[in-house]
């Protein structure tokens, strides 16, 4: 008789079937749950009790400029990337400048005072919550990342 294949054509390993209903084979399984489960329960006390175990949230400076912030804080947190975009094509295909969601206003409010910039040192607005979400920040390859100068000049 020719050794059992899989549904792909393959034989198992060794060629030979895989026991099941075999005395013990429930007890063996009802182990390797046990263990599954007592290593999962072990890396959540692990996580809980290790001081700084935790992932530390953004440190975040408050805006330099202004009372509050253009839209409610969530709300910037999740769509501020549109926000940014459509600025980005209205500025580019219309030449609209200077709206309520610019980059421009944005690096005003936002820059550091110890630094001057949101994204020149870790602990700068932009970056620390790009870092604490593990996403790549492009906006300052080609815009400035300072407010510019009282004489004016481009973002």
Same mark, same amino acid.
């Given at each position: 008789?020719?050794?059992?294949?899989?549904?792909?054509?393959?034989?198992?390993?060794?060629?030979?079937?895989?026991?099941?209903?075999?005395?013990?084979?429930?007890?063996?399984?009802?182990?390797?749950?046990?263990?599954?489960?007592?290593?999962?329960?072990?890396?959540?006390?692990?996580?809980?009790?290790?001081?700084?175990?935790?992932?530390?949230?953004?440190?975040?400076?408050?805006?330099?400029?202004?009372?509050?912030?253009?839209?409610?804080?969530?709300?910037?947190?999740?769509?501020?990337?549109?926000?940014?975009?459509?600025?980005?094509?209205?500025?580019?295909?219309?030449?609209?400048?200077?709206?309520?969601?610019?980059?421009?206003? %944005?690096? $005003? *409010? =936002? &820059? +550091?005072?110890?630094?001057?910039?949101?994204?020149?040192? /870790?602990?700068?607005?932009?970056?620390?919550?790009?870092?604490?979400?593990?996403?790549?920040?492009? %906006?300052? $390859? *080609? =815009? &400035? +990342?300072?407010?510019?100068?009282?004489?004016?000049?481009? /973002?």
């Amino acid at each position: 008789m020719a050794p059992p294949r899989s549904v792909f054509g393959a034989s198992p390993p060794g060629g030979q079937r895989q026991r099941t209903g075999k005395a013990g084979s429930a007890a063996f399984a009802w182990l390797d749950a046990a263990v599954v489960f007592a290593m999962v329960a072990g890396l959540g006390l692990a996580a809980s009790t290790v001081p700084g175990a935790a992932l530390a949230a953004p440190a975040i400076e408050r805006a330099i400029k202004g009372e509050r912030c253009v839209e409610d804080t969530a709300l910037m947190r999740r769509n501020h990337m549109r926000y940014l975009e459509h600025q980005r094509d209205a500025t580019v295909h219309g030449g609209i400048r200077g709206a309520r969601h610019s980059l421009k206003g %944005c690096v $005003e *409010c =936002h &820059a +550091s005072a110890r630094t001057g910039s949101v994204a020149a040192q /870790p602990t700068d607005f932009c970056t620390s919550c790009h870092a604490y979400a593990a996403v790549k920040i492009d %906006c300052f $390859e *080609c =815009h &400035a +990342s300072r407010p510019a100068a009282a004489g004016g000049g481009r /973002p």
